[in-house]
C-alpha cells in the first residue's frame, strides 16, 4: 500500500504454522524471476513474462515496496502476496485495499496460499481496523476461485476485462466483536 498512515513497514516478519511471510531480500530474486516467468502462474494473468527481460529489468533486491510479503517455507520462497491501493488495470479497486497472490506451481494444493493469505488478511485487518479488502480473478482461474470463497470474499461483480469474464469481490471488515 502506498498510504500506510501510522502503520510501520514493514512489519515484524509474520509466522504461520508452516510459513514465514516477510519483506522481500536480495536472495529473493531468483525465486521472484521464477515466478513471474512461469507459464503456470501466468496462465490467468496475460502470460509469462519473459525471463530475459525480468533478468534484466528486476532490482538486486525485488521491490520492497510496503503490502509486499514474501512467501517463504522452510528457507525457500514459494510466492509473493500484495496488498495495494494503487490498483490501476481496475476501476472497480481503485482506492481499496486489494488482495494479490503468486505461489510457484510446485507449491500448489498444500494450503500453503490459504495460510499465507489468512496470516496477512489477519495482519491487515490488525492494522486497518475496519477497512474491507477486495480481490479480482479470472472466472476460469478455479483454484483462485476457490480460494476467495475460503478467505470470505463475496461476489459483487462479474465483469468482462482482458478478454475474460473477471469475478470481483470483497471481504467484509473486521469488527471489534469479530
Excluded at 519483506?23 to 502470460?47: H, T
Excluded at 500448489?108 to 480473478?137: I, K, M, N, Q, S
Aim: charged share 25%; net charge negative; glycine share 10%.
Amino acid at each position: 500500500m502506498t498510504d500506510l498512515g501510522p502503520v510501520a513497514w514493514p512489519p515484524a516478519p509474520i509466522r504461520t504454522e508452516r510459513l514465514v511471510l516477510r519483506e522481500p531480500e536480495a536472495r529473493d530474486r531468483a525465486a521472484v524471476i521464477e515466478l513471474l516467468a512461469s507459464p503456470e502462474v501466468g496462465a490467468y494473468l496475460g502470460g509469462p513474462r519473459p525471463r530475459h527481460e525480468l533478468e534484466r529489468e528486476l532490482p538486486k533486491t525485488p521491490s520492497g515496496r510496503p503490502g509486499r510479503f514474501i512467501v517463504d517455507l522452510d528457507g525457500a520462497v514459494i510466492g509473493q502476496i500484495t496488498l495495494t491501493r494503487e490498483s490501476g488495470h481496475l476501476r472497480q479497486a481503485a482506492g481499496k485495499a486489494e488482495l494479490g497472490y503468486l505461489f510457484l506451481p510446485w507449491s500448489w494444493g498444500h494450503g500453503y496460499a490459504a495460510e499465507a493469505c489468512a496470516a496477512v488478511l489477519d495482519w491487515f485487518a490488525d492494522a486497518f481496523l475496519g477497512e474491507p479488502v477486495v480481490l479480482a480473478t479470472q472466472t476460469a482461474n478455479l483454484r483462485s476461485m476457490r480460494l476467495a470463497a475460503k478467505l470470505g470474499f463475496i461476489e459483487v461483480e462479474r465483469f468482462e476485462a482482458y478478454g475474460a469474464e473477471q469475478w470481483f469481490g470483497t471481504r467484509p471488515s473486521a469488527t471489534p466483536s469479530d
